[in-house]
């Protein structure tokens, strides 16, 4: 159920700053050759089939992102699903795998999602098909018991991402050497923990995360934290806050504070939530610094973002 808070009042805070030559006789017709080279070569660059990744990264997937289709509802990529019972898995609750259709464009990274206390998969079932058709693999989970705490979160996110690796029916569509997590809530310090014992991780994002260790210098992964200027559960001044502030400065790391919302906020679809959490695993997931625009400089307040902290440019 979705709860409504007051929002604070929360003056923005100050982000930090970011950190031919002339030719004639025989050369003209050297010149002509080369030229003539290059256009046909042209040509057949111009000829490679549609999913032929041309560019010098591998891992970009899907067209030139542009403000509007990161903000858009679906992305370019038709998705599927398929249910997972927690019968057929260990460690976790089961839960819904989302992924692109298509196999043209070879694997994908995949990101795993935990809900928060009390709460079902269904809480943050909507990040599975919006972040699925932006070109990722999108597993998100129901926990063991939904009074799980984060630390026991963390393990399950792991689980979750073995199971997704190693046994899962899509297993073939998926990179596993570039894997993220988040999470809502407990979900979202269990993102934290996760990261924490397992550094080859590519990308953390706790969604008005909890958690009672508010300090993590020991992560190795770049972290997106995102709070909530209204939430009245996990306050950002004691949680979120804390935990951007606790990460070393040589890590990538940004802090969203998401304006006139609630600890709840996450678990209804958000387009704030998903522009910026699609910029960060695209951007860390598979190294696309054609998303690198959304996140430096760093984005100014607006009416859904009362503040945001990072360091720019990222050196990933």
């Known amino acids: 159920m979705q709860q409504h808070l ?68 679906r992305g370019s990529y038709a998705v599927s699903q398929t249910s997972v019972s927690s019968l057929v898995v260990s460690g976790f609750g089961g839960g819904t795998i989302y992924y692109p259709t298509s196999t043209a464009d070879g694997t994908f990274g995949a990101v795993v999602i935990s809900p928060g206390f009390t709460a079902y998969e269904s809480s943050i079932a909507w990040l599975g098909p919006r972040l699925a058709s932006q070109g990722f693999v999108v597993f998100t989970i129901d926990t063991n018991t939904t009074l799980d705490q984060p630390d026991s979160r963390g393990r399950q996110l792991l689980a979750a991402l073995d199971y997704l690796t190693q046994r899962s029916s899509v297993r073939t569509r998926v990179d596993a050497t570039r894997l993220g997590v988040m999470g809502h809530s407990m979900g979202g310090g269990g993102s934290l923990e996760a990261a924490k014992s397992r550094p080859s991780l590519k990308a953390a994002i706790p969604l008005t995360g909890w958690n009672t260790d508010k300090t993590w210098p020991e992560l190795r992964t770049p972290t997106l934290v995102v709070g909530a200027d209204g939430d009245t559960i996990a306050p950002v001044a004691t949680h979120s806050e804390p935990f951007y502030e606790s990460l ?19 678990n209804t679809s958000d387009t704030t939530i998903a522009k910026y959490s699609i910029s960060w695993l695209k951007r860390f997931i598979d190294n696309d610094s054609r998303y690198e625009q959304f996140l430096c400089p760093l984005p100014r307040p607006s009416l859904t973002i009362a503040e945001y902290r990072g360091n720019c440019p990222h050196t990933a």
């Open 6 to 73: 007051p929002s604070g009042t929360i003056p923005p805070r100050p982000s930090r700053p970011s950190r031919s030559g002339t030719f004639t006789g025989r050369s003209r017709t050297l010149t002509g050759l080369v030229t003539a080279a290059a256009a046909t070569a042209g040509l057949l660059l111009t000829g490679l089939a549609p999913g032929a990744q041309a560019a010098d990264n591998p891992y970009e997937r899907g067209p030139a992102p542009t403000n509007a289709s990161i903000e858009a509802s």
């Open 248 to 266: 070393t400065g040589s890590l990538d790391k940004a802090y969203l504070e998401l304006r006139g919302a609630s600890h709840f906020t996450p």
